[in-house]
């Protein structure tokens, strides 16, 4: 009670300790009037909100130039459309590949990319391990009646038998009934191989033995066999293979050589460079237009983002091609004074190009994260600054392939066609595109 006789009474009276209830505010029952009358107006407190927001000086001038140009990149990174959420495919114990399956090999530690890539693009694929560098599916999945080129399948085949403890001769009878199955005699190529693990890799001497077929063994398909897969490839024929996955276990199959994913034994397209080369990135390069079976000629203008030390410039160079070089590095040495060689010490995602020049070639080879590097390219497709892309995306260490789906959305929503992606022998983590801007 005492209480309240110091702080005056609730109701009526003048209160003791400050001016009357009424003078700071409206009663509780009227929940406020507006706004503008719980204190003085707007412009008494401050300039109006779009005076705040204005720069004032040179600091907050470069603050809100910023701020325009993130906004504007932003703007220039294609947003993926909403699709069905990535699967979550859990690991599984490897089995070898049976009869009936595709059997693929991959990179060494590449085999969940595979699988996940497999199953995103047709559950019915149903994949799962089949050893080190080995994956095995149900079907291969189709896009229309066209097989789908898979990532991070480096090769693959049907498989139409599995021997054991094989032999050249009974790799020659497996080699002739697969060809059988394929259709009539046509010119025809054998590769064997074997995974690229530490396992087996040390097969690799007893793969090259089973390819000296008995002829007599082969009968009728004798007399058509051709040099390579690639002699088979240019007359529409067929593509025999045999992978050695351990000293007692082979797989044996044969089918068209345009359906194969590469044309190199075991997929892997082992390239070599002059020593003049300024890195390794130049195989990357030359392994990626053997792949795509498309190159630059001379003359053609191509811009190389992100060029430095100068790998894929040297390897343009020496097909006298025109190279625009954008890095703020230094490139080696051994490109100083290159004739057809403009180096711009430039930040990639700020160079623009002379519009009224476009480039024939857009190449890319940057270490950067993989949606940021597909908004840049995705930008030359939408500004028509090139033609043609060759590019090479870094990928995290989890979820290549849900990052590579990701990207692929990207470029070919901002107008890239004809999209190829493959994580070719001489990439890391990281896969290699080819595109074409109709």
Same mark, same amino acid.
């Given at each position: 009670?005492?209480?309240?006789?110091?702080?005056?009474?609730?109701?009526?009276?003048?209160?003791?300790?400050?001016?009357?209830?009424?003078?700071?505010?409206?009663?509780?029952?009227?929940?406020?009037?507006?706004? +503008?009358?719980?204190?003085?107006?707007?412009?008494?407190?401050?300039?109006?909100?779009?005076?705040?927001?204005?720069?004032?000086?040179?600091?907050? $001038?470069?603050?809100?130039?910023?701020?325009?140009?993130?906004?504007?990149?932003?703007?220039?990174?294609?947003?993926?459309?909403?699709?069905?959420? /990535?699967?979550?495919?859990?690991?599984?114990?490897?089995?070898?590949? @049976?009869?009936?399956? &595709?059997?693929?090999?991959?990179?060494?530690?590449?085999?969940?990319?595979?699988?996940?890539?497999?199953? /995103?693009?047709?559950?019915?694929?149903?994949?799962?391990?089949?050893?080190?560098?080995?994956?095995?599916?149900? $079907?291969?999945?189709?896009?229309?009646?066209?097989?789908?080129?898979?990532?991070?399948?480096?090769?693959?085949?049907?498989?139409?038998?599995?021997?054991?403890?094989?032999?050249?001769?009974?790799?020659?009878?497996?080699?002739?009934?697969?060809?059988?199955?394929?259709?009539?005699?046509?010119? &025809?190529?054998? *590769?064997?191989?074997?995974? *690229?693990?530490?396992?087996?890799?040390?097969?690799?001497?007893?793969?090259?033995?089973?390819?000296?077929?008995?002829?007599?063994?082969?009968?009728?398909?004798?007399?058509?066999?051709?040099?390579?897969?690639?002699?088979?490839?240019?007359?529409?024929?067929?593509?025999?293979?045999?992978?050695?996955?351990?000293?007692?276990?082979?797989?044996?199959?044969?089918?068209?050589?345009?359906?194969?994913?590469?044309?190199?034994?075991?997929?892997?397209?082992?390239?070599?460079?002059?020593?003049?080369?300024?890195?390794?990135?130049?195989?990357?390069?030359?392994?990626?237009?053997? &792949?795509?079976? @498309?190159?630059?000629?001379?003359?053609?203008?191509?811009?190389?983002?992100?060029?430095?030390?100068?790998?894929?410039?040297?390897?343009?160079?020496?097909?006298?091609?025109?190279?625009?070089?954008?890095?703020?590095?230094?490139?080696?040495?051994?490109?100083?004074?290159?004739?057809?060689?403009?180096?711009?010490?430039? *930040?990639?995602?700020?160079?623009?190009?002379?519009?009224?020049?476009?480039?024939?070639?857009?190449?890319?080879?940057?270490?950067?994260?993989?949606?940021?590097?597909?908004?840049?390219?995705? +930008?030359?497709?939408?500004?028509?600054?090139?033609?043609?892309?060759?590019?090479?995306?870094?990928?995290?260490?989890?979820?290549?392939?849900?990052?590579? /789906?990701?990207? @692929?959305?990207?470029? $070919?929503?901002?107008? &890239?066609?004809?999209?190829?992606?493959?994580?070719?022998?001489?990439?890391?983590? $990281?896969?290699?595109?080819?595109?074409?801007?109709?």
């Amino acid at each position: 009670m005492a209480r309240r006789e110091r702080s005056g009474p609730r109701k009526g009276g003048a209160r003791a300790h400050g001016p009357p209830r009424k003078e700071h505010g409206p009663p509780r029952k009227e929940h406020g009037p507006p706004r +503008k009358e719980h204190g003085p107006p707007r412009k008494e407190h401050g300039p109006p909100r779009k005076e705040r927001s204005r720069p004032v000086g040179e600091r907050d $001038e470069r603050q809100a130039r910023a701020r325009r140009a993130q906004s504007a990149r932003k703007q220039e990174q294609a947003r993926p459309p909403e699709r069905r959420v /990535f699967p979550i495919v859990p690991p599984a114990s490897p089995a070898p590949a @049976r009869a009936g399956e &595709w059997l693929f090999t991959t990179r060494a530690g590449a085999e969940q990319d595979l699988i996940e890539e497999l199953y /995103f693009l047709d559950e019915r694929s149903q994949p799962r391990p089949a050893g080190e560098a080995l994956v095995a599916a149900a $079907e291969r999945p189709r896009r229309g009646p066209e097989l789908t080129e898979l990532a991070f399948a480096r090769q693959g085949f049907l498989v139409g038998e599995t021997l054991a403890a094989p032999t050249a001769a009974s790799v020659a009878g497996a080699v002739r009934r697969a060809l059988d199955r394929a259709g009539a005699p046509q010119p &025809w190529a054998l *590769d064997a191989w074997v995974p *690229d693990s530490d396992a087996g890799n040390r097969l690799s001497n007893a793969a090259a033995a089973l390819e000296a077929l008995d002829p007599a063994a082969l009968g009728r398909w004798a007399q058509h066999r051709v040099a390579n897969a690639r002699a088979a490839f240019a007359e529409n024929g067929l593509y025999a293979q045999v992978c050695l996955t351990s000293p007692d276990h082979a797989a044996v199959g044969a089918g068209f050589a345009r359906d194969a994913p590469s044309l190199a034994p075991g997929g892997r397209l082992r390239v070599h460079v002059p020593e003049a080369a300024p890195s390794r990135a130049a195989m990357k390069l030359v392994e990626a237009l053997t &792949w795509l079976d @498309r190159a630059p000629e001379p003359g053609d203008l191509c811009v190389d983002l992100g060029a430095a030390p100068g790998g894929w410039t040297w390897v343009l160079l020496e097909r006298r091609a025109r190279v625009i070089a954008v890095d703020p590095a230094r490139l080696a040495h051994s490109l100083d004074g290159k004739k057809g060689l403009l180096h711009l010490r430039a *930040d990639a995602f700020r160079f623009t190009p002379d519009e009224t020049d476009p480039a024939d070639w857009l190449f890319c080879d940057m270490a950067w994260r993989p949606l940021e590097a597909a908004g840049l390219l995705a +930008k030359w497709a939408r500004r028509k600054w090139a033609r043609l892309l060759v590019a090479n995306i870094k990928l995290p260490m989890r979820k290549k392939a849900e990052h590579l /789906f990701r990207v @692929r959305e990207i470029l $070919e929503d901002a107008g &890239w066609t004809s999209l190829r992606a493959r994580q070719l022998y001489h990439d890391r983590d $990281e896969v290699t595109i080819g595109a074409v801007r109709i």
